[in-house]
């Protein structure tokens, strides 16, 4: 069964700290993994990747792929309170199935 | 521009009602997904359209999940004789082409709450 696990679920940090959140999955011919940014709305597109080794970038957000070890990490640097939210890790299989994992639960306090 | 709109943005039902949620999305947008999320959890798909084509339902958790897209664009999600399981947001996305080759845009969700 297609599976995608994130960690932490949680996270409280102070404005200017830097975060790695990790994401690791398990899913049937791999096609593209991506991070979403869910404020108290719908989910917002961050990064797609679909190849390892290959990092994605986005001012103080950066992510990479390694799909040897199946995993992702998004780095966040300098971190501000506006960046404060649940950030989501989905994987799309073949066959345009997409399974998402539960999300790490960020704050960034002041 | 106008992104994905959905409607009602809140329902209420008593157990046992009929529900249809409907998704407006980007004009010109190929694909469209349903995806619902339950409270402190990830979205779960349940659905994906290319154009009219429904070409993915394995995520429908229940014959009592129906969803249709006649015309290709406008989509409805109808949930018959609701449960309390079913209570959750139901988010809808939609893309330009065909699956996550193109970067899918969310609506804001209808948050059904069964009673």
């Known amino acids: 069964e297609d599976k995608v696990v994130q960690s932490p679920l949680s996270l409280v940090v102070h404005e200017g700290d830097t975060v790695t959140l990790n994401c690791s999955y398990e899913v049937t011919n791999f096609r593209s993994l991506l991070w979403y940014k869910q404020e108290k709305k719908a989910p917002t597109f961050l990064f797609m990747l679909t190849s390892s080794g290959i990092e994605k970038k986005s001012g103080r957000l950066s992510s990479i792929l390694d799909k040897k070890e199946l995993f992702s990490i998004l780095n966040i640097t300098a971190t501000q309170t506006g960046d404060s939210a649940v950030y989501l890790c989905a994987v799309e299989g073949y066959g345009q199935n997409f399974v998402f994992g539960p999300g790490t639960r960020l704050s960034v306090l002041p | 521009g106008a992104g994905v709109s959905q409607s009602p943005r809140y329902k209420v039902a008593k157990r046992g009602q009929d529900v249809a949620l409907r998704c407006d999305p980007i004009s010109g947008h190929v694909s469209l997904f349903w995806y619902q999320q339950a409270l402190g959890q990830g979205p779960e798909f349940l659905t994906y359209?290319?154009?009219?084509?429904?070409?993915?339902k394995s995520g429908l958790p229940s014959d009592r999940f129906f969803a249709e897209r006649p015309e290709g664009s406008v989509s409805t999600l109808k949930i018959q004789r609701t449960q309390q399981e079913d209570s959750a947001v139901y988010l809808c996305?939609?893309?330009?082409?065909?699956?996550?080759?193109?970067?899918?845009?969310f609506g804001p969700g209808t948050r059904l709450t069964v009673t």
């Open positions: 996305a939609s893309s330009a082409g065909g699956g996550l080759a193109y970067e899918q845009y």
């Open positions: 359209f290319q154009n009219e084509a429904q070409l993915d």
